[in-house]
């Protein structure tokens, strides 16, 4: 009686579903300190992203929010939504090299529990209305499952060779 041959498989190559820093360093024009994004998990063209944000102590803002008593600013939660959502935008726009997603406005912000050293932010954006130059988004971001912060965002693509003094509206 002969011995079985064992079947040998190899595994196959991981599928990429995300988007890693390197990539994220092409799409978002934001860097250390104020590149509050570091992967993106999920990305449905011009529907939703979902992205995670590494809270560590040796945040720069920690240093003075609060001594004693690290919490991650509220403000840069939602930046963090801003910059999730024009992420997803910046991905369809072909000269995205020459132009900037900023900020025209924030509604509904809503901060329920701090997010701390150690935490890691899961960030879900979902599109309610978009143009090729604008775009409303809600976002939430969450630690654990569970709602930390939430945001309706409001942003437009504007030239990034608009001078300074041309520019009423916050870089998101």
């Known amino acids: 009686m002969t011995e079985p041959t064992p079947i040998t498989t190899s595994e196959p190559e991981p599928v990429k579903t995300g988007i ?29 992203i979902v992205a995670l944000k590494n809270v560590t102590i040796t945040e720069p803002f920690f240093q003075g929010h609060f001594p004693n008593k690290p919490i991650m600013p509220g403000v840069l939660i939602v930046e963090a939504i801003a910059q999730a959502g024009g992420l997803l935008l910046l991905t369809e726009v072909p000269n995205r090299d020459e132009m900037l997603m900023v900020f025209t406005g924030i509604e509904k912000a809503r901060f329920r529990r701090p997010v701390v ?13 978009w143009r090729m130059t604008a775009a409303r988004l809600e976002g939430k971001a969450y630690v654990d499952g569970k709602v930390a912060a939430e945001a309706t965002v409001t942003c437009r693509l504007v030239p990034r060779s608009m001078s300074a003094g041309d520019a009423t509206v916050e870089e998101a």
């Open 20 to 48: 890693d820093i390197g990539d994220i360093f092409k799409i978002l024009p934001h860097r250390y300190p104020f590149l509050l994004i570091d992967r993106v998990v999920e990305l449905e063209r011009m529907k939703s």
């Open 117 to 129: 050293p150690g935490d890691q932010l899961r960030i879900e954006v979902v599109v309610k209305a």
